[in-house]
Structure formats: structure tokens, C-alpha cells
């Protein structure tokens, strides 16, 4: 829970939002009051027109929720407060992107003096508005971005639109509904695999940054095991003994078993975005995005990242991941330490160094940026 509030301050978040953060911290000892005390932020924040705060609030309030008409009906506060908070926001519009029989919503920001476009998109469990304030500053180097929530993610899951690893597919209908002969593209989170996935099968991605390396669906999740039942989970998985990886799942998320509340979450929010119903079957879907045997099809300019102390993802992956892009164009890594405040999943608490490091990498590769402006702010 710490990380997720954090998530919440990131990118020139409002000194009122910090301060209600600090002072209610000692309160959220657990899912259910985590729940019900951003929910009465929320609702506070919205009655005072804060509309941003309101917005991150609500975010968190649904957070931990499991699926169900309580987690959408906070889902659709979340996108009432947000819509009020971009009214007037020059060059932002709300997109929709017509995807197998229904649509996966967005936003664009057109730069003011367009050189490129960037599309970008999450992972297990960001909102793409939750991306705003990161990739807001790109426009001032000419950067129109396209962000979107993709299968499993914000809107689309609450359409119906479950998690896919074919990540090529959603990728070809945002292309492709925008008439776009060449993008760059970023992935955050579980989206890093995401990203590398959609460049391995779709030529119009010219750079991808895979934000930070992800390599198979289930590291997240195994990780947060407790020690030695990591091992124990996965060869119970791929033995196919369904009753006790079930029994297994359930006790590891049980927080007298397992302190670490983190499988918990991924657990209910796997379920969700999957619309699987038991940890069997989250396991199933989730073993399915896998890089393996694919790398070698990326063909682009490559930017890897990782942070040093990520509690997602072993930084092992990273090292896999590049040993395997053998035919990219060219591969370059970036790992975020602690000193530069960046170390964290996502570099929540230095989402400035993160973005500093994809602009001059961007500028370096592609060639419509490679004499771009310097951003007014970093």
C-alpha cells in the first residue's frame, strides 16, 4: 500500500493531495479501510471541486476492490471528476477505438508542432488517465500522444474487453484507426511485455520502450510469494494439479500466511482483469504472456529499463530480455537506482528521471526527433 499511494503524488501532484496523503497514511492498516477512507476523500475532494484530487481518490478507493458493480460504479466517479479536471485542456480529446465488436477508450494530446507520435498504454492494473501528467510534457518536443487502455485495462475491462497476450492485436486496431504509417511506442508495468509483444508482430512500431522489462505473466505474482512457495506454486501449476495450486493460491493470500499483501492484490485484480474466477485459471491465462521464442521477431530500436529495488519484477528479466532481442535494430537498457530517486516499479518518485531518459533516448533514435527542442520543464 505504500507504493500505491505514492503512485497517487507522482508527477507534480498537488500540495493538498501530499499533505491529505501524510496525514492519513497511519490509517490505512488494511484493504477495507484503504477502501472506505479514500472514498470519503474522494467524495470531500469532488464536493470542493477538486477535481484532480478527486480523480486520484477515487482511483484509490477502487483499487483493491475485487470486480463487481462497487469497483465499476467508482470506476465511473473516477471518469466524471476526471472529465471535469481536462475541460479546457488544450490539444487533449477523448478517443475511441473500434476493437472486435466494441472499443477501447483514450485520449489524444496533439503537440502544438507535431514531429511524432507515441502511443502508450499500461499494464495489470493502471488507468491510461493515471498517464496523463507523465506524458503531458512530450508535447512540447512535437510528441502527439496517443494513450489507451488496451484489453484488461480501465474502460476496456469494464466493456468486457478481458486481457489478451496477442497485445498485436489492439496495437493494429489503435494503428490502424489513426492511419498511421509509423509510431513510437511505450509500455508501462506488465505493459513492458506488452509493448515488446506488438513490436515483434506489427512493422509500424519504429521504437518501442518496454517500461520496465516484462518478461512472463506470472513473475509478478510468483514473486510476491513467500520464500521457497514460489517453487512450490509453479511446479504444482505446470503439473496441472488444479486442487492444490487452488488450495495453495488461497493460502498465500491469506495475510497470517503471507505478510506480503501484494499476492493478495494480484490475485483479485488478475481475477479481474482476466475474468477468471480461481487462481488456477488466473495462473492459465496469465502463463500465456510469455516473450519467449518471440524476441527474436523485434526488429525496431529497443529501450529496456528496470529499477534496482522493483518489488514486481526480478531485474533477471531484463538481462533475459536483451540477450534474446538478437535481431533488433538496437537494444539499449537503462537501470534506475535509488540515488536518482528512481528505483522503484515505474520509477514512481522520480517519474521525471524515467521521462528525461525516454525523450533523449527517443531523440537519439528517431529521426523526426532527433532535433527536437529541450523541454521547458523536465
Same mark, same amino acid.
Given at each position: ?8 503524488? @507522482?508527477?507534480? @501532484? ?37 477535481? =484532480? ?8 478507493? /477502487? ?5 463487481? /458493480? ?16 481536462? &475541460?479546457? $485542456? ?17 485520449? +489524444? *494530446?496533439?503537440? #502544438?508542432?507535431?514531429?511524432?507520435? *507515441? ?13 496523463? #501528467? ?6 512540447? *518536443? ?6 489507451? %487502455? ?15 497476450? @496477442?497485445? !498485436? ?12 504509417? /509509423? $509510431? !513510437? ?16 508482430? !506489427? ?18 505474482? =510468483? ?12 511446479? *504444482?501449476?505446470?503439473?496441472?494439479? +488444479? %486442487?492444490?495450486? !487452488? ?6 493470500? %491469506? ?25 488456477? /485459471? ?27 529495488? %522493483? ?14 532481442? $538478437? ?5 539499449? @537498457?537503462? $537501470? ?6 528512481? &528505483? ?28 527536437? #527542442? ?5
Amino acid at each position: 500500500m505504500n507504493y500505491t499511494l505514492n503512485r497517487a503524488l @507522482a508527477d507534480g @501532484a498537488a500540495t493538498s493531495r501530499i499533505e491529505r496523503s501524510r496525514v492519513l497514511a497511519p490509517r490505512l492498516t488494511d484493504f477495507d479501510a484503504w477502501s472506505s477512507i479514500w472514498l470519503a476523500e474522494a467524495r470531500s475532494a469532488e464536493q470542493q471541486e477538486q477535481w =484532480l484530487d478527486a480523480a486520484h481518490y477515487y482511483h484509490n478507493a /477502487e483499487f483493491y476492490l475485487p470486480a463487481g /458493480e462497487v469497483r465499476n460504479g467508482l470506476y465511473d466517479d473516477f471518469q466524471r471528476v476526471f472529465a471535469h479536471a481536462m &475541460e479546457g $485542456v488544450e490539444g487533449y480529446e477523448r478517443i475511441e477505438v473500434p476493437y472486435e465488436g466494441k472499443s477501447l477508450p483514450g485520449y +489524444r *494530446l496533439t503537440a #502544438p508542432h507535431e514531429r511524432a507520435t *507515441l502511443i502508450a498504454h499500461g499494464g495489470y492494473d493502471s488507468f491510461i488517465e493515471e498517464w496523463y #501528467p507523465f506524458v503531458a510534457p512530450m508535447t512540447e *518536443l512535437g510528441i502527439t500522444v496517443i494513450a489507451f %487502455d488496451g484489453p484488461g485495462q480501465g474502460g476496456a475491462v469494464r466493456r468486457g474487453i478481458y486481457l489478451t497476450h @496477442a497485445w !498485436e492485436k489492439p496495437a493494429k486496431a489503435v494503428i490502424d484507426h489513426f492511419g498511421l504509417d /509509423e $509510431v !513510437e511506442w511505450i509500455g508501462a508495468s506488465c505493459g513492458g511485455y506488452m509493448a515488446l509483444r506488438a513490436a515483434a508482430f !506489427e512493422p509500424r512500431i519504429k521504437r518501442v520502450i518496454s517500461f520496465p522489462a516484462s518478461y512472463w505473466g506470472l513473475d509478478m505474482l =510468483l514473486r510476491q510469494a513467500t520464500p521457497g512457495q514460489d517453487h512450490r506454486l509453479l511446479s *504444482l501449476f505446470q503439473a496441472g494439479q +488444479r %486442487d492444490q495450486v !487452488e488450495a495453495l493460491v488461497d493460502q498465500q493470500c %491469506d495475510p497470517t500466511v503471507n505478510a506480503n499483501t501484494n499476492f493478495a492484490w494480484a490475485v483479485t485484480q488478475g481475477k479481474h482483469i482476466t475474468g477468471t474466477t480461481t487462481g488456477y /485459471e488466473l495462473m492459465q491465462s496469465l502463463a500465456t504472456h510469455s516473450l519467449e521464442g518471440i524476441l527474436h521477431r523485434v526488429t525496431q530500436d529497443v529501450l529496456v529499463t528496470e529499477g534496482e529495488n %522493483d518489488h514486481l519484477f526480478p531485474i533477471s528479466r531484463l538481462h533475459r530480455v536483451i540477450s534474446e532481442l $538478437v535481431c533488433a535494430r538496437t537494444v539499449s @537498457a537503462r $537501470v534506475f537506482t535509488a540515488r536518482e530517486g528512481a &528505483e522503484q516499479h515505474c520509477q514512481v518518485g522520480g517519474g521525471a528521471v524515467a521521462r528525461e531518459e525516454f525523450l533523449s533516448w527517443l531523440s537519439r533514435y528517431s529521426p523526426a526527433l532527433s532535433n527536437a #527542442p529541450a523541454m521547458a520543464t523536465a
